[in-house]
């Protein structure tokens, strides 16, 4: 990918994994390469707001000899969005479940059995 565009994107886990992605969706080849002709390419300017370690980024790891990579990894995407309202409602069903104080379950429940001085 074209780490020089301002919507190349990337995170260094601790296990040094790293993950690369276009903040646009523009590169369906991600993680691998960017369009030759992206209408999306903007030059990186200045990285206002972050602090740039001096650490080397690691190498794109080399592309599966799988033809259809990408096509793959937009189905698994497609995957995590469709669980996406599931999750939304499960923390509406929890966050409906405060009381008054709105306090979450486990802090009401540590609030009343706490010894009164």
């Known amino acids: 990918m074209r ?6 994107q990337s995170r260094t886990y601790a296990s040094g ?3 690369r992605w276009c ?3 523009l590169a369906p080849d991600a993680p691998w390469r960017c ?13 206002t707001g972050f602090v740039v370690g ?11 000899d799988a033809p259809h990579a990408a096509e793959l990894l937009d189905q698994a995407e497609d995957i995590v ?3 996406g309202p599931d999750v939304l ?14 306090l979450p379950f486990w802090k009401r429940l540590f609030k009343r059995n706490r010894p009164s001085r």
Do not use: F
Not at 3 to 8: A, E, L, N, T, V
Not at 89 to 102: H, K, L
């Open 81 to 83: 969005n469709l669980v």
């Open 54 to 64: 001096s650490l080397v980024a690691p190498q794109t790891p080399p592309e599966p």
């Open 89 to 102: 409602a499960d923390w509406e069903v929890e966050r409906a479940r405060q009381d008054a104080s709105g």
């Open 17 to 19: 994994e790293v993950a």
């Open 35 to 47: 369009p030759a002709d992206c209408v999306g390419y903007e030059r990186r300017g200045v990285d």
């Open 3 to 8: 780490q020089d565009c301002r919507h190349y």
């Open 23 to 25: 903040s646009i969706d």
